[in-house]
């Protein structure tokens, strides 16, 4: 009778696992569609002649390979020149950052330097504080945007409920190969998950390459905020909606080498850990309805993966002498596993071109990113911050 009870409970922890897991990355967004086709909050902006003074602030430490091609970029952006500044903020680059960025000082480009390796967050606190722009925008050195970007990330801004808007990235392979691949996928599945957000409400955090705020709405971070995640969950705190705009795009070149990848994904998640657990009380239902939903499934729901897939690898060990189909799965998911760990000992990237390969990829990616989350969540718990970054490339 034990042994009974203990199977079924079994059965119950593996198939709860499944169907969180799969929650987590594809039903929670067919939730969202079904959501929209019910109700929906406009967004109600006119084009206007108007147009707001804007700062286009670009983070570096150590970016002098992607620099040049970044502020010309910038200086291409198809923006009254006269309501546009540009500022590159440096966190101690001890490269040639400062005199690339004073060859284009002629230019208007403004360089603001911080010795100490203070971190990202900090740097961010120092110079919005010295703005006297109406909308920030906020960008990475490698982001390179169509000439439309800043008009359509400050469009929203029309109507006076929108506090933050963000707009999309797309992830160029380099010579990452599958994994950039990959992770161009799940930045595709991203992007109409915040697109779907939107339409209720508000979306979940913003796109760290490409977003944009009411320089007023700005509150000064602890250093080790992410400030992608944070400073739109304190806007929404604060009573405003942030929405993707799908007409805001850039594009960005994935880390040419895995492991910097990968240190990269645990970085964030860590940092993203962080962000949900300090700002907690957006999770409360009672407080904040529809975006604690949001929240919860959008970010909550992806950080425990990692402890599902355990969950759902032990019971599957548990179960497989119960039923010729758990021992099948067992098989697939040791083999995955396996391939998984070969490939990341030996080669850095799966093989693409073949249908098959391209499948193995998403999964060896998924697995990539929630090994890096369950580390995270090891240095979570360490209390490891990540104050300061380094360029993944």
Not at 44 to 60: A, M
Not at 189 to 208: F, I
Not at 274 to 281: C, D, G, H, P
Not at 343 to 348: D, E, F, I, Q
Request: aromatic fraction near 10%; charged fraction near 15%; charge should be positive.
């Amino acid at each position: 009778m034990f042994l009974l009870e203990l199977n079924t409970i079994m059965q119950a922890v593996f198939f709860v696992s499944l169907g969180c897991i799969g929650y987590a990355y594809v039903g929670y967004l067919i939730v969202l569609w079904v959501l929209t086709r019910i109700v929906t909050v406009p967004t109600n902006y006119e084009p206007t002649s108007v147009l707001p003074k804007v700062s286009l602030i670009i983070s570096v430490y150590n970016e002098e390979a992607v620099l040049p091609d970044k502020l010309t970029n910038s200086l291409q952006l198809d923006y009254p020149r006269e309501l546009l500044e540009v500022i590159v903020v440096s966190d101690g680059s001890t490269d040639g950052t400062a005199e690339i960025v004073k060859s284009f000082a002629d230019r208007g480009i403004i360089l603001k330097s911080y010795q100490g390796r203070i971190g990202k967050t900090a740097c961010l606190n120092r110079a919005v504080a010295d703005l006297s722009s109406d909308v920030v925008i906020f960008s990475d050195a490698n982001a390179m945007y169509p000439p439309n970007t800043v008009r359509a990330l400050i469009a929203p801004f029309t109507d006076s409920r929108i506090g933050f808007v963000t707009g999309g990235t797309s992830y160029v392979a380099g010579s990452n190969g599958q994994m950039g691949e990959s992770i161009g996928v799940y930045a595709q599945l991203e992007q109409m998950t915040k697109l779907l957000e939107s339409r209720l409400g508000s979306c979940v955090g913003a796109d760290g390459a490409m977003f944009a705020i009411r320089r007023l709405l700005y509150e000064p971070l602890d250093q080790a905020d992410i400030n992608d995640l944070v400073i739109p969950l304190k806007i929404v705190r604060a009573g405003y909606r942030g929405i993707y705009s799908p007409h805001a795009s850039c594009v960005e070149v994935v880390a040419k080498e895995s492991t910097k990848e990968f240190a990269r994904q645990v970085r964030i998640a860590a940092r993203t850990i962080r962000a949900v657990m300090a700002q907690r009380a957006l999770l409360n239902p009672f407080g904040y309805g529809l975006f604690a939903f949001q929240l919860t499934s959008h970010k909550l729901c992806k950080l425990i993966v990692p402890f599902l897939l355990l969950a759902l690898f032990v019971t599957n060990i548990a179960l497989v002498g119960s039923s010729p189909l758990y021992l099948l799965l067992l098989i697939i998911q040791s083999l995955v596993f396996l391939r998984t760990w070969m490939v990341v000992k030996y080669s850095g990237a799966p093989a693409s071109g073949s249908f098959a390969g391209r499948m193995f990829g998403l999964v060896h990616s998924f697995l990539i990113v929630n090994t890096a989350v369950g580390i995270a969540w090891i240095r979570y718990w360490k209390g490891d911050s990540f104050t300061t970054w380094a360029p993944a490339r």
